[in-house]
């Protein structure tokens, strides 16, 4: 049993982060969960769920336990680094985020976890969705990648020839727990038959 933090900020993209939080739950891997304020309401505005609601679909097919933490709530254990985990990811990520985290400037809870990952050398996996992007983004993507973020585009592919969203999502979750260094088998891999 492995412990992962999955941040979720205000990009859109939420859906990403529905998919990769019930395949780490249904893993029975044990799921931190913070949103930051604007990834909760993004959230809502783009499933329909709240974070209550989310968690509760979450719960229905989970083996591991699952604990969801206040964007707030700094005492919460993600916020040190004593509190061993085997990797964050940010799903999606804002720019605004991105750009915290790469200034090292901490903040809400989602910001501090992320800090504490790349200080303790843990993955962490970024999901940025924007476009295009400025010069400003590029450059604290680049400061993240520096300092060992692996940087995930959220960027579907097409070579597998998706038949939906699910599919679009799939990739993209799939590419996620391959960071977190989680196997699965969201996606079939390229060249292993058909
Ligand atoms: C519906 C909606 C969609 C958004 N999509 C994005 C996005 O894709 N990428 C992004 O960087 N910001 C996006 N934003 C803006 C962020 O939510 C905003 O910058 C926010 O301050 C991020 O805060 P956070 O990093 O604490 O979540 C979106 C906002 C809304 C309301």
């Known amino acids: ?11 859109s993209g939420s859906v990403y982060a529905v998919r ?13 969960l913070v949103f930051s304020a604007a990834g909760e309401r993004v959230m809502i505005h783009e499933t329909g769920m709240d974070g209550a609601a989310f968690m509760k679909d979450l719960g229905g097919s989970a083996t591991g336990k699952i604990f969801r933490h206040e964007s707030n709530d700094l005492f919460a254990p993600i916020a040190s680094g004593s509190f061993r985990t085997d ?3 940010i799903v999606p990520c ?25 200080k303790e050398r843990r993955p962490l996996v970024v ?9 400003i983004h590029l450059r604290n993507l680049l400061v993240l990648s520096d300092t060992g973020a692996l940087i995930l585009p959220a960027a579907p592919a097409f070579y597998n020839k998706p038949t939906g969203m699910d ?7 799939a590419r996620v727990l391959s960071g977190l260094g989680m196997e699965n088998d969201l996606i079939q891999e390229w060249g292993s038959g058909e």
């Open 1 to 11: 049993m492995k412990r992962y933090v999955l941040g979720i900020s205000g990009a």
């Open 20 to 32: 990769v939080a019930k395949a780490i739950a249904e893993a029975g891997h044990e799921l931190h």
């Open 87 to 89: 990797g964050m990811a």
């Open 94 to 118: 804002s720019m605004a985020a991105v750009a915290a985290i790469a200034g090292g400037s901490g903040g809400d809870l989602l910001r501090r976890a992320a800090d504490v990952h790349l």
């Open 127 to 135: 999901v940025f969705r924007e476009t295009p992007l400025s010069s």
């Open 167 to 173: 599919d679009l999502v799939d990739f993209i979750a």
